[in-house]
Nanobody, 123 residues
């Protein structure tokens, strides 16, 4: 079983930066595709970004393209989501999730999930 734990959320002003972390354990880190999703109360969970097991392939939602960067550090078994120029509409609970193949960006395509970390962007 794969375990994922998100951290790094918080309160930031519009235009600010924030980096989220997803610590992965339970399986070889390089074997897992890891994605980031976010959810606002009353809305469905939506895809944000995904990275392949080797880090060689990434994909982003149109709403965050050029502002967010997903990366992974094998030495730390951690996937990051670097966010710049944050907007109020980025406010949500952010989740990381894992699966074995890169194809598919819907929540149902992912097998294991973390508990989420809150990101709030003011102004």
């Amino acid at each position: 079983q794969v375990q994922l734990v998100e951290s790094g959320g918080g309160l930031v002003q519009a235009g600010g930066n924030l980096t989220l972390s997803c610590a992965v354990s339970g399986r070889p880190f390089s074997e897992y595709v890891v994605g980031w999703f976010r959810q606002v109360p009353g809305k469905e969970r939506e895809f944000v970004a995904v990275i392949s097991g080797t880090g060689g392939v990434t994909h982003y939602a149109d709403s965050v393209e050029s502002r967010f960067t997903i990366s992974r550090d094998s030495a730390k078994n951690t996937v990051y989501l670097q966010m710049v120029y944050l907007k109020p509409e980025d406010t949500a609970v952010y989740y990381c999730a894992s699966k074995l193949v890169i194809l598919g960006f819907r929540p149902s395509d992912f097998n294991s999930w973390g508990q989420g970390t809150q990101v709030t962007v003011s102004s």
